[in-house]
């Protein structure tokens, strides 16, 4: 994924560390889970093997990407035993634009129920174009959101970099935000805001109750840093983020992602979470 460049003023004004406390009681009880993008190499040869070294390091939540899918329900009914008896729960999933078509939603809502989901999260729009087809997908969000709610499911959008910067001089995840209702999750991926030159307070403060999960995934500006920083080591303000989607933004779970890393997957995992644990201790 290419770096994109951010001025002096909102980089420094995003790696401010301001010695906030959380308002929010019992904000620090807050489970947070790995979306497992982040050992999706170790997931890919042995999930029963990776789900499990997750639960042991300590998280309470995983989100399970796109290859789910593919499962039928007597194997997602096994997934689930697995992380009942792990104590660990999948609170969402991430999906392709397949699964809120008419001819998809029917498998991910039979999934997501035997997962014990409680959002269908559309990873990524794919090609969108213009502000015209930012609103025509907003419109089959809403659709979905309908039809999830009859079921007791909502749906949910994740952000990239693509969704902050200006298209005919909008940003289409302000577009998806205004045309989508106050129950549609906006997934909030902070590492891409930053990417994009955004202020992910600014963002949260706009958009309240509707922060309901939070990708800690960080990121530094110089081509050798990006995303394959770790959790704690970018541009991120982690402090006034906690605050912001805790006071504000709803939040009800946080899940730390890692695109890259200097580390192989399950030591990065567990060097986030471990950072994870100083910060909020």
């Not at 695109?259 to 950072?275: I, K, M």
Request: aromatic content about 10%; glycine content about 8%.
């Amino acid at each position: 994924m290419s770096t994109r460049s951010i001025t002096r003023r909102s980089f420094v004004a995003a790696s401010a560390v301001a010695p906030l406390a959380l308002s929010a009681a019992g904000g620090k009880n807050i489970p947070v889970g790995l979306e497992l993008y982040s050992v999706r190499g170790e997931l890919a040869k042995d999930l029963t093997a990776t789900v499990t070294a997750v639960a042991k390091m300590g998280y309470q939540v995983v989100e399970f990407y796109s290859p789910y899918y593919a499962w039928t329900e007597d194997y997602a009914k096994t997934v689930r035993k697995l992380m009942d008896d792990l104590g660990i729960r999948c609170n969402s999933t991430h999906n392709n634009p397949v699964s809120f078509t008419d001819a998809g939603i029917e498998k991910a809502i039979d999934l997501n129920k035997i997962l014990g989901a409680k959002f269908i999260v559309m990873a990524s729009a794919g090609q969108v174009a213009g502000l015209d087809g930012w609103k025509a997908l907003a419109g089959r969000l809403t659709q979905a959101t309908e039809k999830l709610k009859a079921v007791d499911l909502r749906a949910g959008y994740h952000n990239h970099n693509a969704e902050f910067e200006l298209v005919e001089g909008k940003r289409p995840m302000d577009v998806l935000a205004a045309n989508t209702p106050k129950e549609f999750m906006l997934q909030f991926d902070v590492g891409t805001c930053l990417e994009a030159g955004s202020d992910p307070i600014a963002w949260i403060n706009a958009n309240p109750g509707r922060i309901n999960s939070v990708h800690c995934k960080d990121w530094a500006p110089g081509a050798d840093k990006g995303f394959r920083v770790l959790f704690g080591e970018g541009a991120a303000p982690w402090a006034r983020i906690f605050e912001a989607v805790e006071s504000v933004g709803g939040v009800e779970y946080y899940l730390i992602e890692q695109e890259g890393s200097r580390f192989p997957e399950f030591e990065t995992a567990q060097r986030c979470l471990d950072s994870w644990k100083k910060m909020r201790a």
